[in-house]
């Protein structure tokens, strides 16, 4: 199985570049390119086409305007220079949000995101239950004065990167746990859904989220700093964790 994808960018450049990111994806078939929204609208009518990769600034109508004349949708995944557009594409429902230039480290992420959204659409193609994966662990013991402390993922508020070492806050106890270990080892040990490293010194738990003003984000009596490439991904996982 593989999704047909289009990408429409009024650059060359943009499309040629996508272009080549779509084939380096297994699971994404290349169907064709568009320099604008009308000769997609075009398209669209005659192919089926699973995902689109869209820009917004384009001549003759915009990526978001475009989305919203559309009937029947296929997923999207905004491809933009401009992070003004992101409250208003949460709006239309797209699998993600890319600002250029777009790693393929992250182009690869957001695919993945539109291949889960479409084998959830699909429950007739599910896996059967017994190659189900087995459930994610809801703990994990860190070292911590030459002892093995057990954390529960849930119970964590935020993490704190210092060099070699990290501060664990939870909502369980008043000081946080301190442990050597780097935020990428802690990235790794922690859902995505409910983990996001929003800095480069700190993941939070989305869920305990109170508030965000200014690039930060209050949880409790703490104040977090966002970093600026990080706030739209902030807000599009807060708007899917309601």
Known sequence: MKLRCIAVDDESLARKLLEE??????????AGACKNAFEAMELLQKEHIDL????IQMPGMPGTKFLA???????????????????????LD??????????????TKAAFKALD????????????ATAAAPPAPDSFFVNVEY??????????THIEGMKDYVKIFLTSAKK???????????????PASDFLRV????????????????????????????????MEELLRALNHSG
């Open 69 to 91: 004349s559309l009937r029947d949708k296929p997923m999207v995944i905004f491809v933009t220079a401009y992070s003004n557009y992101a409250v208003e594409s949460y709006d």
């Open 52 to 55: 689109m990769f869209l820009d």
């Open 117 to 128: 959204s479409w084998q959830k659409r699909q429950p007739q193609l599910a896996a059967p």
């Open 199 to 230: 800095h480069k010194s700190f993941i939070v738990n989305i869920h305990k989220v109170e508030s965000i003003r200014n690039h930060q984000i209050s949880i409790g009596e703490r104040e977090i700093p966002v970093s600026e490439a990080n």
């Open 21 to 30: 990111n779509i084939r380096q994806i297994p699971f994404l078939e290349f």
């Open 176 to 190: 946080p746990v301190l442990t050597k270990a780097t935020l990428k080892s802690m990235e790794e040990k922690l």
């Open 94 to 107: 797209v699998v993600d949000y890319l600002m250029k230039p777009v790693s393929l480290e992250r182009f």
């Open 147 to 156: 002892s093995l402390v057990k954390i529960t993922i849930a119970g964590i």
